[in-house]
């Protein structure tokens, strides 16, 4: 024969507290504005220079004394028989021309400024 179970009342022991952690994630956009402006500085440095050239010129004085005694005879304004300089009349030495060297102004020679 069964009898059945017995059941005795029941026996109730402190609550367990169980927390449970949840995360979330929220994104709020905070804006921050920048402006770059890049300003380009060009120096003109203008420099000036002044050339200076250079010229030299001779400047060349004869002139003819006559040292002759007057008791010498007959003579002329130069040395030798009468004439203009020295030995037969004629404009100076040598062949009619300019004067010595080449002819016209050179690099150091020419007209006085």
């Given at each position: 024969m069964y009898l059945g179970t017995n059941v005795t009342p029941p026996v109730i022991h402190p609550t367990t507290n169980i927390v449970n952690h949840t995360f979330s994630s929220t994104v709020v956009p905070h804006i921050h504005p920048v402006h770059t402006t890049t300003v380009n500085h060009h120096m003109y440095q203008h420099k000036h220079f002044c050339p200076q050239s250079a010229s030299c010129c001779e400047d060349v004085c004869n002139q003819h004394i006559?040292?002759?005694?007057?008791?010498?005879?007959?003579?002329?304004?130069?040395?030798?028989?009468?004439?203009?300089?020295?030995?037969?009349?004629?404009?100076?030495?040598?062949?009619?021309?300019?004067?010595?060297?080449?002819?016209?102004?050179?690099?150091?020679?020419?007209?006085?400024?």
């Open positions: 006559n040292c002759c005694s007057p008791c010498a005879g007959p003579m002329g304004p130069g040395f030798g028989p009468v004439g203009p300089g020295f030995g037969a009349p004629g404009p100076g030495f040598g062949a009619p021309g300019p004067g010595f060297g080449m002819p016209g102004p050179t690099p150091f020679m020419g007209p006085r400024p």
